[in-house]
């Protein structure tokens, strides 16, 4: 079962409690749900519109993905609402990496996240500098989905 969230609409300042965000949910390419929540602490809201009840996908969850730990005494069963608020972080935090992109030159050295603002310099020369110091840093502006992919891995394993 492959889900996924498209028409995300994130609002930072209306999330007090919980994320504010209003979604569709797709499951396998079709439509399943509408999914929102107003960002004041309660439960996500799903609206079905496609074949798949919240119920089946809990179920489907359950038995394909890990149980989740908030720490080591405390786990809770992977269900809908664990899976579009790991999708919604990745949509989120990808967002802000790419504007991230546009004034920094973002790099990964030694597993970690650094970025070095541009302050109006090309691209080109800070990538020279930062290369000087650090040969192996693998620099994510201007590299494929992969090495943007291996970034947001990293981003949200600091989160």
Known sequence: MQIELRRISYSAALSQETSAFSAEVWIDGELAFHARNQGTGGADFYHQVGRWTVAEVDAWLKANRPVRYLDENLGCDHDLEIEVSDLLLRAVEGRR?????????VTIESD??????LRKRPLAIVTRAVRATNPTAVIVNDAGDEVFARALDLLLASC
């Open 97 to 105: 990496l790419k504007r991230l992109l546009r004034t920094n030159l």
């Open 112 to 117: 970690e996240i650094l970025q070095y603002p």
